[in-house]
T-cell receptor, first 109, second 112 residues
Framework: AQRVTQPEKLLSVFKGAPVELKCNYSYSGSPELFWYVQYSRQRLQLLLRHISRESIKGFTADLNKGETSFHLKKPFAQEEDSAMYYCALRNNQGGKLIFGQGTELSVKP | DAGVIQSPRHEVTEMGQEVTLRCKPISGHDYLFWYRQTMMRGLELLIYFNNNVPIDDSGMPEDRFSAKMPNASFSTLKIQPSEPRDSAVYFC??????????FGSGTRLTVV
């Protein structure tokens, strides 16, 4: 079964601290992994795709197939990073995304 | 491109009434998805279409929910009759193969 697990519902850090939002997945094939961000009462926005290997707003994520993980990291959190973060998996090109339950990141001043 | 456009942004209706949510995907996107977001259940995929054809509607809660995509530029999600437990934010998203989704701004539905 395809599944995405985000073990933390809430992650609270202070400004300037490192952040790691955990994401684990289960899928037997070659997955496409994504991170989406949702700021308060706004639409979900694509943050990262694993195949792009890019850094957006200081965030990076590396696909670890051995550990079946796709953790999202940022070395120095900013208050404006406070939002809901969703990890998602797609099992074939263009098909449906399977979302995790989301992690709320709260960055305190 | 204006992105994925949903209407209305907010809808308040009385229990038992019919509710229709609308979505205009991005031109050229082959896939269209309807999601429901609640605090308790997070993001739930209700149904998705490929080239206007429904592919997977296993997430549609019950017969009160129906969705159509009569052409490549328009889709509707209908709830009839509506119930208070249907209160949620309903998102539409579209995508092309190999790319992530683009979400609409959502419709916040309140059934009283």
């Amino acid at each position: 079964a395809q599944r995405v697990t985000q073990p933390e519902k809430l992650l609270s850090v202070f400004k300037g601290a490192p952040v790691e939002l955990k994401c684990n997945y289960s899928y037997s094939g070659s997955p496409e992994l994504f991170w989406y961000v949702q700021y308060s009462r706004q639409r979900l926005q694509l943050l990262l795709r694993h195949i792009s290997r890019e850094s957006i707003k200081g965030f990076t994520a590396d696909l670890n197939k051995g550990e079946t993980s796709f953790h999202l990291k940022k070395p120095f959190a900013q208050e404006e990073d406070s939002a809901m973060y969703y990890c998602a998996l797609r099992n074939n090109q263009g098909g449906k995304l399977i979302f995790g339950q989301g992690t709320e990141l709260s960055v305190k001043p | 491109d204006a992105g994925v456009i949903q209407s209305p942004r907010h809808e308040v209706t009385e229990m038992g009434q019919e509710v229709t949510l609308r979505c205009k995907p991005i031109s050229g996107h082959d896939y269209l998805f309807w999601y429901r977001q609640t605090m308790m259940r997070g993001l739930e995929l209700l149904i998705y279409f490929n080239n206007n054809v429904p592919i997977d509607d296993s997430g549609m809660p019950e017969d009160r929910f129906s969705a159509k995509m009569p052409n490549a530029s328009f889709s509707t999600l209908k709830i009839q009759p509506s119930e208070p437990r249907d209160s949620a934010v309903y998102f539409c998203a579209s995508s092309m193969p190999y790319y992530g989704y683009t979400f609409g701004s959502g419709t916040r539905l309140t059934v009283v």
